[in-house]
């Protein structure tokens, strides 16, 4: 049997985070809810997403991720694991880009 599956998006300085993670409850810390085994890719070939690099830079080690209540935009529970992202809040534009990035067009 599945466990279910969460995407959360959440606001941290000024950029709008997507995990995904397999528990979501509240916390016994007021005001904060508690994000538990968050879900990341597993790239064994040559082709690597920066985004979920620096996402498992940043919360790989994390047993438990305690987010301020005012801080969640949205939790969705979906089927599957889509992409994960880091945005920039004001432009919703991605902070994290692929190497390298073609030329804009003329």
Do not use: C
Request: charged letters at 30%.
């Amino acid at each position: 049997m599945s466990k279910t599956l969460y995407k959360i998006i959440f606001l941290n300085h000024g950029k709008v985070y997507e995990l995904f993670a397999r528990q979501v409850g509240n916390s016994d810390l007021w005001g904060f809810i508690e994000v538990a085994e968050l879900v990341f890719d597993v790239h064994d070939g040559i082709v690597v997403d920066p985004t979920e690099e620096r996402l498992r830079d940043e919360f790989g080690d994390t047993r438990v991720l305690y987010l301020p209540m005012q801080s969640i935009v949205r939790v969705e529970a979906v089927e599957k694991k889509g992409q994960s992202a880091i945005r920039d809040a004001a432009t919703g534009e991605k902070v994290v880009t692929p190497f390298p990035i073609p030329p804009k067009p003329r």
